[in-house]
């Protein structure tokens, strides 16, 4: 039996993708796949969705004339097979690891990703823009959007797709409908029609059709217009496509070179307004363990190949996220009132162990943020306690509702924000760095960050007991700092903060879990002479007044620390000072933050220590108030 000849290492850029014959792409596909899943084995990340688009990636570079014409992955995630195809094959091994690949699409990584998606459901309003800017400019490209894996939950794109419809702009949107939430299983009648619907001549006796209807009576027309729609919906489906504006090709087999190829030369060569072509995938596609697992092989660490065993390090400590799970079971068993509410996230944020027990009580929305926090305010009103678990980089989408819906209304919605701070490998669009900022500005908001898992357990006791106005508990992703639980959370005195350690010169005031570092920075200044007091400030919101005037009358230094950016805790601190005229006496004050800018994946722990957030960076900063130098600990600093 003869080998075949690899065709992957000869794919360098789409265009010489373009150069095989139809004949060849699914040997290409099967290459892809397995490649795609060498590298994702090393480097851990998004699998199942990717392995569901091979075909589909292969078949889009080879039918379109990328990156001329514009090809938008949504949700980015989708898209480390288009990675490969399109010049980054040589760096697919450094995938969200420091100084590497994105895990997503990200403009100034490759001119084939015009648009940076990480968060979902941006692809439609992204491409319609392009296509008028397109047209304005007088061009003739395509513009493309790829869409799916739930993605089209979101009411965002709907809104995009309503406007497409009335602009009736040239735009192609392919639905990734990897989860038969739409269509009905695929068959050979479907797939004939898609082609057959989608052709040229059909196209054309369409035009001609409707030319003809408008020569008859007004009603006649419109009969002949609807009889010729519903005939298609009737073998086809896509009423709801239809009804906005977009005609409907679909669906088809997204794993069939067959079907997809003469579909999409269709709709590349079609001249009117915007189509959607409905592909059905199958998530995990060509790799057992995650066919058989789709939630497990969402995103994975790195695993063996042969077995699909993923690594898993043991914790030292039980995570954040399972702690304020747990947590709100205990809650949920004495008190019937509380529900919980999740965007789409039920694994991620803990909620499914909720589920487990609450069915009834657990409520997914799907990726639709917005109405999640507008729902929560919604059971709100009738009495109900519903915790909002979202990770804070989504709850930015919602950050409308959550000041309208629920802030002015004064609504004892109770925020659970996962993964606050930075969340390593997956970068800049997903760590939580704003939420303290965003949400601390509003009146009549409580605010609280945890230090670690017991103080985690006694902020969701105390959201529980907050029977007036929103409040929110901040925590990082990852494992918790491995201190003693309680049996049950004790609710916090609202506003006040607590003193850990005593000193006399230097005061550390820690919001969150930078805490642990605090106490190490404070041991390293206890060496150098400079004894510190720490503070765990519990609340941004109230602030513990008391607690800081105590802190800024009685200590040379002032420093405080957060997992956020600028305009957050420290503002509020810096504000709280120059109001009481605290900082009249000279007290050096300074504020330690995320820095000003986005920062790419890596490491938390070194993402931090480039922060300046570990023990050594406070360490520095209290010695730069002082004006010395820490290398010898003395030495003052030469102008």
Sequence with gaps: MTRKTPLLDQIHLPADLRRLPDADLQQLADELRQETIDAVSVTGGHLGAGLGVIE?????????????????????????????LTGRRDRIRTLRQPGGLSGFTKRDESEYDPFGAAHSSTSISAGLGMAVARDQAGR?????????????????????????????????????????????PVGAISSYLARITSSKSYFKLRKIGRQLAKLLPKDWERRAARAEEYTRRLWQGGALFEEMGFYYVGPIDGHDLGQLLPVLRNVRDARNGPILVHVVTRKGKGYPPAEQSADKYHGVNRFNVITGTQEKPKPNAPSYTRVFAE???????????????????????????????????????????????????GLATEGLKPFCAIYSTFLQRAYDQVVHDVAIQKLPVRFGIDRAGLVGADGATHAGSFDLAYLSCLPGFTLMAAADEAELMHMVATCRAIESGPSAVRYPRGEGVGVELPEEGVPLAIGRGRIVREGSTVALLSLGSRLAECLKAADLLSGFGLPATVADARFAKPLDKALIRQLASHHEVFVTVEEGSAGGFGAHVLHLLAAEGLLDRGLKVRTLTLPDTFIDQGKPDAMYAKAGLTAPGIVETVFAALGRDVTDGRAPVRA
């Design 56 to 84: 589909l990636t292969v078949a889009l570079h080879h039918v379109f004339n990328t990156p001329d014409d514009r090809l938008i992955w949504d949700v980015g995630h989708q898209a480390y097979p288009h990675k490969i």
């Design 140 to 184: 003739d490209n395509h513009v493309i959007a790829v869409i799916g894996d739930g993605a089209l939950s979101a009411g965002m794109a709907y809104e995009a797709m309503n406007n497409a419809g009335a602009m009736d702009s040239r735009l192609i949107v392919i639905l990734n409908d990897n989860d038969m939430s739409i269509a009905q």
């Design 327 to 377: 947590s709100l079971i205990k809650e949920a068993r004495k008190d019937s009132a509380i529900c919980a509410v999740t965007a789409a996230m039920p694994d991620g944020t803990g909620l499914d162990l909720f589920g487990n027990e609450f069915p009834d009580r657990t409520f997914d929305v799907g990726i639709a943020e917005q109405h999640a926090v507008t729902f929560a305010a």
